[in-house]
Each structure stands twice: as C-alpha cells, then as structure tokens.
C-alpha cells in the first residue's frame, strides 16, 4: 500500500490565509513568528496606505492598509499572494475588467516581493465560471473562498479552495482538537490532512481575540507531525505529487519534479529525492 505523505513525512499541515494587508498585520506576523507559524497574506496593492474604519463592530477599528514599503520586509517567510487591485465583487465585472484586477495586483506584488505571485484570495470569496476561465488565462494556481468546509481534506480543484473555519468560529476548538488528535490510519481516505484558517487581523482588534489567537498559536505550534506550510507551499508540493511515475510491472517510482516527495509504502515512510527512482519495497 503506496499512502503520500507531507515534506520530512509528515501526516499533517497547518495553513494560515489572512486579507486585505491591514496594519494589524503587522502584530499578527510578529506573532506567527514567535511561534514558527507560516501564513498566506492576500493584498490589494491598489489600496495601500488607504485609512478607513471597519465595519460590524461595536466600537471604531481601523480599516487602515499597509503600506507598499513595507510588504517585502513585514512579510519576509510568509507568502504575499493576489487579492485583486481593489478588492471588487469579481462576479460583477467583464472579463477585460477581471483580468485587469487580478493582472495588475499580480505585478505590482511581484515588483515588490521579487518573487512569482501565482495565489489568490477571492474579494468577499466570490467568484462565478467567467471568473475561473479568467484566472487559468492569468496562470492563477490557487484561489481561496470563505466557505467553511470544517473538515481537513485537500480540494479537487485548488481555484475552489475552502478553507476548514474562520478563526473565531463556534467549533473552532473542537476542529483544532480532532485536527491534533487525527491520525493517517482513520481516515485512509483522506491520508493528507490540512487544517486551512482564514480571517482577517483587524477582527482581532475588533473582536477583541488576540489572547485567544495567541493561545491558538502556543496549542497548535512546534507539533513534529505538522507541517507549517504557506498556501503555495502546499499546491506546489501536490503538483509534484501527482508528477510521480508509478511503474507497475518493474515496481519502480519515479520522481521528475523538483521536490523530494515523501510517501508511505507498507506503512514505513520513504522519502524519493528529485529525479530519484526507488524500487518499491516487498510487504
């Protein structure tokens, strides 16, 4: 039996995708730091350095962007991905003008990172068939919603991406509980398990959260069995998944891609390097 596995086989993953490049950000990353957490941060990089308040809050809390100054270095081990230019209703737009938001977010976050920028976030986590078709033109390799799937299973199709919760749902502590307590045996199904939150930092404020965020962080950090993975991170090492080549009649599997990639084999963990091919092991 042939099960994959995560980097440094590891049955578990941990990802963090947090909108709209807000200034609170910037004690949300501190604090993923501390605890060695990794996060996906999606930007409008048309509205940086805008000020504005929050809406659905009993008290004022600022909508306020960061500015482009400061992305490369306030988010250096994080992954900057694409929001759009201006965070429009995506769904409502015309083709030109969908390509426009995504393309143009795209390059002004490339300049500034020095890296490709190929992951999204969905503004309001909307999007219809015209906005898909316009994304596969962009090379667009993930794009997330915000409808809560409150399970750990990787999605068919990365441009519908579900996250598990948002943080500070009602059954968020159980979901982390079964998420630490799940093993690869139950759910042989779904070997790969990925806990995916999402919020945004100023609700922290708003909502009054950050002891609850960083008691989060100290219950689900330094686990050996998680890996802490951006979203990239995650739809890379997938792809390289799928590129492996399973020669049935030699007992042979080849690894093309540029990742070494990890898999079970007869229940013992064996980890094929790039452009490596094993022979599968005897039960």
Not at 10 to 24: A, I, M, P, R, W
Not at 48 to 53: C, I, S, T, V
Request: overall charge negative; charged content about 25%.
């Amino acid at each position: 039996m042939i099960m994959p596995l995560f980097p440094e086989g590891k049955e578990k993953c941990l990802t963090l995708s947090y909108d709209d490049g807000v200034t609170q950000d910037r004690r949300l990353v501190a604090l993923f730091n501390q605890y060695h957490l990794k996060a996906t941060f999606n930007l409008n990089s048309g509205c940086f350095g805008k000020q504005d308040l929050a809406s659905g809050f009993s008290k004022p809390v600022t909508h306020n962007k960061i500015k482009a100054s400061e992305v490369k270095t306030l988010y250096k081990g994080h992954e900057v991905a694409i929001h759009t230019n201006t965070h429009p209703h995506l769904e409502e737009l015309s083709a030109k003008e969908i390509a426009y938001e995504v393309q143009t977010d795209k390059e002004n976050l490339e300049k500034l990172v020095s890296y490709p920028v190929t992951g999204m976030a969905y503004p309001f986590g909307t999007y219809n068939n015209l906005v898909l078709e316009e994304l596969k033109k962009i090379d667009i390799q993930y794009s997330r919603t915000i409808q809560s799937t409150k399970e750990f299973s990787l999605p068919q199709d990365f441009l519908r991406w579900h996250p598990t919760c948002h943080f500070g749902e009602d059954n968020m502590e159980l979901l982390t509980q079964q998420f630490l307590n799940s093993s690869q045996e139950s759910h042989t199904q779904t070997p790969l398990k990925v806990f995916y939150i999402w919020g945004h930092s100023y609700e922290l404020d708003g909502n009054d959260t950050w002891e609850e965020m960083e008691n989060f962080c100290k219950q689900i950090s330094n686990k050996e069995e998680i890996w802490y993975a951006t979203n990239i991170e995650i739809v890379a090492y997938q792809k390289a998944l799928k590129k492996l080549i399973l020669f049935k009649d030699e007992k042979l599997i080849k690894n093309p891609s540029m990742f070494p990639i990890w898999l079970k084999i007869n229940h013992t963990p064996f980890c094929i390097k790039s452009g490596e091919t094993i022979q599968i092991p005897k039960d």
